[in-house]
């Protein structure tokens, strides 16, 4: 099986966390399946704290620091900080996998706002009060299937 | 419970059976739940048939033409082509509830991709076999929480 | 005094609610401020409801039509779906006293975004539980000063 | 708590003193806050001398040299010009909690304009003679709201 | 002498002002030189009007009536609500005039800034407070130069 | 006074020259001003050949090398080129100063082309047989006001 | 042979003038190099004023009118203004034809301004005192060669 | 005479070849017409040599090498490859000179086009199949005018 | 099986031809290929005509108004002309099917580019002197195969 | 023959590994035809590994690695990731023969959607179950062609 990388080259506006991070995970030769169950986090989360649009706990940084042999202090002074999110994906993005996020967006934007203000009113499904996670099935055919699972509270617009 | 209605000043390219389709939901009052259990199809899936997203089959457009009392000859004619996808949303989207989808592909896309590349090695999730649905849960807080599940087919990348 | 109005040609995005009510309004020589207090709704929100960026509940609907004499069949037909927010403002805006706005945000940006990180950690200012309003100073000099305040659910990431 | 900090590979365009500035905060372990009681001036306003988008007056630069060990004639040459103001955001920005405050003025912008102009007549609220500030107000449900106040002179336009 | 005219079809975005005032000075044949004389407001500010990108006042709309033969209350009705600036040019300006004065701002621009930062300090030369005119200039060569001033009001950043 | 300075974090794209010249400003403490009066040029043309918008004669190299007291070789090495113009400002301008210029255009640009054209045909004022300056007034209440003066030659279309 | 019209679905902010002319010159089965011996102008320009980027004298109009049995008082009318450039081509331009040409700046950009700054000095190749014209040359291999001539005065800019 | 020179940090996506070649150049103090004489090619051509846009034969690198008395194989190796052709001019250009050509595409293109299709049939002048040269005229005032032809082969569509 | 129709709504920019051919073709219940098998032409040319982007000669206006029954005069007004080329598709395209078409160009791109210049020199694949078709296969195990050949005649940059 | 090369000036967000492989390329002296037969791939397939757009398996790697004399760890560290595509090509394409593919897909993107959906029914011709050749052919004449073949699988929208 071969592994998430990450080339700076390609993402010149990723934290230093980033490096740091992938660099000590290509050197172990780890999967972010086995940092999540490490640290107790969801998968999509740990990835996210590797790109930086996640923000690691001092537990996370602890144990992130233990499993991947970074020393405390840098991994804590490079993720103390804030996230600055939202600058990994140019979009529309080029990348054919996030692309096809994008499309189901794009296509399927309005019938999600219809559905959606008919089951709940007037509002939006938070993007922050918010969880994800990635799961794999496969049928009887022997082919695979992705399901991705976006569950976020509901919002209503407050009267004033 | 207000409906989920379609004026048309505010969706200019949108086809001749969005607004045939919305009108005719207007007047007869009815949900897209309701409509999506007349014809047996998934909620998301039948809002995609009225903003031109979905293709809607012979027995779709029989069943939504004697529903929503619509002849069924002019909803033959606007819906036999095939859905020319797309444009519904400018991109950013700027409607609130549809920017959130957007910003979650925006924050996440590349922990998707990671998580799925090491699940499931080099390819993509298939927008195209694929369904989705929206779910409501509500929390032993009163809270609502909205679900979405994206399910696509895992399609490898060829080698040639 | 002069009173706000909406010229249908500057603004073709907008749903048909917008030019109904503007014309009452215009008709009937009413400022939002007259408007407001009569619905009982804050002046922002409720020039929000005429642009289409807000939600006018059955009881607005009601008083609308009364007070701006417009049928309450018709005013209902076009207030009764979701708001279909955002297509009022080309960003960024060419309008000045709506650049001022974007300004802020574009020199004030991560001003805001560090004091409110310290302030309150990870997450953000909701804009959905959320209320503002407009208020008229005038200093000892004569100067006026508009004050604009905005008040927003701070909203923290979910840890998953 | 967590501190602000800044990483200048996400913010390439930013002026040199930048760096310096939140490296020694980084180092001194300082919030805004604290800063900004021990020169004198709002949060705000500190952190937008941090990045570069205000500009520190002799004091100023006097009271952060002394407060952040930073020598003084350092940071007095690289504050010492006219802040380049602007370049800290994309726009539209990616940031999660910076775009929701860019919504609030696609959302309201010209509902804003409609109530300056009838309170104020044909102007615009200078973002420039011009004050502004974040206050935490704790509900009595314990929910924290962020409170963002906006103070700007009114400027009418001059008539030629 | 040829005459500026206006033509709806390249200038969709215009409010109905302007056609009406366009028009009616076609029918007239009258320049803005003459117009701006008959109203007493300079004929930069006599052409905005035109545009909708100046406000007219009660007795501007008087005189424009009056001397254009356009009824009082349409006039009025049109000219009434508040400017809707900025929707004229599209930005970058095709046509090749306006272009000129956009390279102007974008081959000088920080060329201004530096030279009024030192001349004024921090601030900005406003818009807003704002009058400019245009002159006619023919050196003894028989050429001929085009003038035009720009006078705004020095607003310094405020403190805080 | 505090003099404009030049942070090459902020303006990557400028030529070598704009970084040896801000330096040698910074480090002389001279303003555009002083510079200007010494090589005989206006101000605002000073300033553009330090950001390399404009083209110094032999005469301007020598005298800017021994004001500055800069190597005449390597200045001259610099500034023999030609200038490569209009890579200093975003369009549109994220800097309030220069985008209250941009605004100005934007607004004002077809009220400049009615007046330009009824009063010189068709034609352009030319950008490039042109001179500009800047001038400061205070009027009686102690307002400071910004002049700047446009002029250029006019350009008729050719007939052909 | 087949002649150049105009569908004005596809060029929606011609002026009115266009539709008038092209629909003339169908009626007529005119090309442009008749029409263009007839008013004595190059066809270049013939074509530039049908499309309203060219301004037609009134002899211009005179011939025109008489030539496409237009009445005179209608295109006199509709080609009376000052034209407004620009609005013809999107840019980057869609059409093939056109692409080539943008392509040929996009390409040779620098190499022209190099060889140009060489022979002329600092300034640039004037587009408005300016005419242009296309021939057709048959290679001895029977291949059609397309020759367009660009010749514009050389403006030097001002040294101020 | 000035000499065309190249600033890397204004081109930083150009090949390392025009590094080597400008600094040569400037070196040697030859103007592109020496150049182009000695190696037996069109001035345009030579200097899109060295911004990367053209491709070197075998002997012009020799050439190229001995003039300019750069290590053969230095200018072999960085030469040898395919030019990657576009990237020196941001569309559209910022700079004045090379603006007005993308100018003449913008206002004259579909005048080009209707011409071209007249007198050639449903076709694109080749950019490939194509040549262009600079020359410069002085009138009899003494006015100096660049000329710039462009000839390319005509390519019909083909039928299929 | 369904046709391939059109809502102009959907598609403003389209000359009116494509209404009047795609009108005709519903009504007739005519597939591309039962149009392209009775005019002579590709399938794919044949869609592009409807769409107006290829040029129908004399004999295909002639056939495609008998089989259609759309009255000669009237298709060879709307076609005689020369098409205008590249307003059916906005780029990036939206529309999923096309997208992929798009992301292949993004994809692949520039490994086209090596391996065509390593095999015909420096140079381009025509898209004017080309051909394309579209196949379908079906493998061994039922999956369909869509096959589209692109045939571009070789152009060398020419030498000058 | 010349040989394609890397200028990593011009391509600054390609993964390390295309510089790697590149530069052994060239200084092997291999084609991409040599390299394709030597790995048993497609020769677009194996460019685009080069350029990382394409996953090599880890045999690919070790051929690849032994062929261009590249140590193992090297290449398997750079390559042993997940590509992340869709970097290489600025869109639209400046590149004058990746424009003419992407010209393609402009002018022809709705024809081949018909006749793929006439064909197919509703779907997409995939551009991940997919692959693609490019052929040399020449003709009686002397002319060569180029024939890029795209091969992809046919996927249904699914229904839902």
């Not at 010149?12 to 030769?29: D, M, Q």
């Not at 970074?70 to 490079?78: M, N, T, V």
């Not at 019938?111 to 994800?132: C, R």
Request: aromatic share 10%; charged share 25%.
């Amino acid at each position: 099986m071969s592994l998430a990388t990450l080339d700076v080259n390609q993402h010149p506006y990723l934290p230093a966390s980033a490096e740091t991070l992938f660099k000590a995970k290509a050197s172990k030769k780890l999967s972010f399946e086995e940092i999540a169950n490490h640290i107790g986090r969801n998968e999509v989360a740990t990835a996210a704290i590797f790109y930086g649009q996640a923000k690691a706990s001092p537990e996370d940084i602890q144990k992130l620091s233990s499993l991947l042999e970074i020393p405390h202090e840098l991994l804590d002074e490079q993720l103390s900080g804030f996230p600055d999110r939202g600058r990994t994906v140019q979009m529309p993005p080029k990348e054919p996998l996030i692309y096809r996020l994008y499309e189901i967006v794009q296509n399927y934007g309005y019938a999600y706002k219809a559905i959606l203000n008919e089951k709940f009113g007037d509002g939006i499904m938070s993007a922050i009060s918010f969880s994800t996670k990635v799961e794999k099935e496969t049928d009887k055919d022997g082919n695979n299937w992705a399901v991705i699972t976006l569950r976020g509270k509901w919002l209503p617009f407050s009267r004033f």
